[in-house]
């Protein structure tokens, strides 16, 4: 079950080791899922709770501290075969059973570093985290080492997001096939949704982000559905998810005929994504990117009604994460350079509540060589859905 050889995730443990050594840390405690995956395979839910892997800067097997039901997820899944179980009980201590992994392996009196920035990593469980180690080890924030790592495809997980990428044009072409006036919004996320699936794609566990009408202007998922109206606007955001990589777009399209002033925000979306993508070349700051989007909405007065970024990384993402894949994230100030292998989602929105108008255009890119390559093969247009 594993998805890439057992020399990639070696070539990222070593790499993974390399910039331990480099901080001066002895091991990592791997609490993001992200991570787990990344460096071993193993695919689970069970990061909602307490679960850590150790992987010491010298050369040992890494061992997993989880709870009972992801046994078998991390024998069938993942290259770990150290796993070692805590088990639910009024007042179970977790991290005292990490104290004891961590004492097993020498790293009493040691530094080591600690995922912090993930949803594994609760408030409650840093706390324990922190007092039950307090006086056995030094703790340093090292959340940076696997996501800086991960920011960067190796050609085995560009293969995924190529096919993810195929799978988000699918998601875009039921949508234009499906939505009409007076069909359901469940309607049109059941047909995408079942076309990523007959393509062996993964269905995001978030809200799906797709809202007609007044819900048009919205960049977040909501509950509830309504029926498509005519003369009215629909806006999705949608990601191709393949092996848990990720690759996105942003539409909106008219149901029923087209408006004179939305068709010419059509075209001011348009011009910012060009020259977004144009912005994003190896070498050069991410931040122009974003320099580059504000530009052209600000320069056309519709500063007040644009987003603050100019979109973010892509990768292999669980819940709650979602599509986002961050740091790095496409702000206008952003020193970090962009490097061949980097994927990126570069999204224009206008959302102009004044006039209830919306218009929402983006593709995922990829840094290449040379420039940047655009992931979609879909034609960019407005269209018209009656």
């Not at 075969?81 to 009196?109: F, T």
């Not at 320099?291 to 909405?297: D, M, T």
């Amino acid at each position: 079950m594993l998805h890439f050889t057992r020399e990639e995730f070696g070539s990222r443990i070593n790499a993974t080791r390399d910039e331990l050594a480099r901080r001066g840390l002895d091991a990592l405690l791997i609490f993001a899922q992200e991570s787990h995956y990344y460096l071993t395979g193993f695919d689970s839910g069970g990061y909602k709770h307490f679960q850590c892997a150790v992987l010491t800067t010298v050369e040992s097997p890494i061992t997993l501290l989880t709870r009972r039901p992801d046994l078998q997820q991390a024998r069938r899944t993942s290259t770990i075969e150290d796993v070692r179980l805590w088990y639910n009980a009024e007042h179970a201590n977790p991290a005292s059973e990490l104290r004891k992994i961590l004492d097993e392996k020498g790293l009493r009196g040691k530094r080591l570093g600690v995922e912090l920035a993930t949803y594994g990593m609760t408030g409650a469980n840093w706390e324990l985290l922190r007092t039950t180690l307090a006086g056995f080890c030094d703790l340093v924030d090292a959340s940076s080492i696997v996501q800086l790592q991960r920011a960067i495809k190796s050609p085995a997980e560009l293969v995924y997001v190529r096919r993810a990428a195929e799978l988000a044009d699918d998601a875009v072409q039921a949508m234009l096939d499906t939505a009409r006036p007076g069909v359901d919004e469940g309607d049109v996320v059941a047909a995408i949704d079942r076309a990523v699936l007959r393509g062996g794609g993964d269905v995001g566990s978030g809200p799906r982000i797709l809202g007609s009408g007044p819900k048009a202007l919205l960049v977040r998922g909501t509950t509830g559905s309504r029926k498509l109206g005519d003369d009215e606007q629909l806006t999705m955001e949608w990601s191709g998810i393949y092996r848990r990589y990720n690759v996105a777009m942003f539409r909106t399209v008219a149901i029923g005929r087209a408006r004179p002033q939305h068709v010419k925000l059509f075209g001011l979306v348009e011009e910012a994504l060009a020259a977004m993508t144009a912005a994003a070349r190896p070498g050069a700051p991410l931040g122009r990117i974003d320099q580059e989007h504000r530009r052209v909405f600000d320069d056309a007065g519709y500063r007040e009604q644009r987003q603050w970024t100019a979109g973010y990384s892509l990768g292999a993402t669980f819940p709650p994460r979602g599509v986002m894949d961050y740091p790095p994230m496409l702000y206008a100030d952003n020193p970090m350079l962009a490097v061949p292998g980097m994927v990126f989602f570069l999204h224009a929105v206008i959302s102009d509540e004044k006039n209830e108008s919306a218009m929402a255009l983006g593709h995922s890119i990829l840094i290449t060589d040379s420039g940047c390559e655009v992931l979609s093969k879909l034609k960019l247009e407005y269209s018209e859905l009656s």
